[in-house]
């Protein structure tokens, strides 16, 4: 069974751009949640998705912002980049939500802002 | 979701079985105890998890205390390949993980 596959793996942008990340879950998972990682912050809760809703969100800025498909693929988009948005953004997904459940993360997209 | 305390690092020697700590005393009844490594440049691998029970799988042992304010997960026999960052998660769903500092083990060859 494939893993959890994110898009693209590494990225430059430069100041007051936007970007786009991708996500294609697990087959047969309908959970996704995206993640923040920096060395000063460490991993960070961005949102979490499940039939094409989104259910949870993180302590972020609205620049941060995203949405699944009917076929649970997932996309994550920042508007207006910081230098601060610099991170490696992981994408994990589960089958559903409930307790006892488990998410499965991605590879990660690392995202330089210059 | 539980707030989770670990030691910031540990070592190991090869070969050796290894004991990892985790405090979660706010830890409701239907949190489970999720426990994941991070190895550099890469996402987060699940590991194992529990609820109340003793857990054991292919990669690692979990126990977890009767109170269910700690757990321990345990690799039985470290390898150069387990040096990563080890973090436990108390969660009562699959959203909203809330991920510590961890525990970055060492392995020493």
């Known amino acids: 069974k494939a893993g959890v596959t994110q898009t693209p793996r590494y990225l430059i942008k430069t100041r007051g751009q936007q970007v786009t990340l991708s996500c294609s879950p697990i087959?047969?998972?309908?959970?996704v949640s995206w993640y923040q990682q920096t060395p000063g912050q460490g991993l960070q809760f961005l949102f979490e998705y499940f039939s094409e809703t989104q259910r949870n969100k993180g302590n972020f800025p609205g620049r941060f912002s995203g949405r699944q498909f009917s076929n649970s693929r997932s996309e994550m988009n920042v508007s207006t980049l910081e230098l601060g948005d610099s991170a490696l953004y992981l994408c994990?997904?589960?089958?559903?939500?409930?307790?006892?459940?488990?998410?499965?993360f991605g590879e990660g997209s690392w995202l330089t802002v210059v | 979701d539980a707030k989770t305390t670990q030691p910031n690092s540990m070592e190991s020697n090869e070969e050796e079985p290894v004991h990892l700590p985790c405090n979660h005393s706010?830890?409701?009844?239907?949190?489970?105890i999720h426990w994941y490594r991070q190895l550099p440049s890469q996402g987060p691998e699940y590991v194992i998890h529990?609820?109340?029970s003793n857990v054991n799988n292919r990669m690692a042992s979990l126990a977890i205390a009767e109170d269910r304010k700690s757990s321990t997960l345990i690799l039985h026999r470290a390898t150069l390949r387990d040096a990563a960052v080890y973090y436990c998660i108390g969660t009562s769903g699959t959203y909203k993980y809330i991920f510590g500092t961890g525990t970055r083990l060492k392995v020493l060859a």
């Open positions: 706010t830890i409701s009844g239907t949190d489970y």
């Open positions: 529990g609820l109340t």
């Open positions: 087959s047969g998972h309908r959970s």
């Open positions: 994990a997904s589960s089958q559903d939500r409930g307790p006892g459940n488990t998410i499965y």
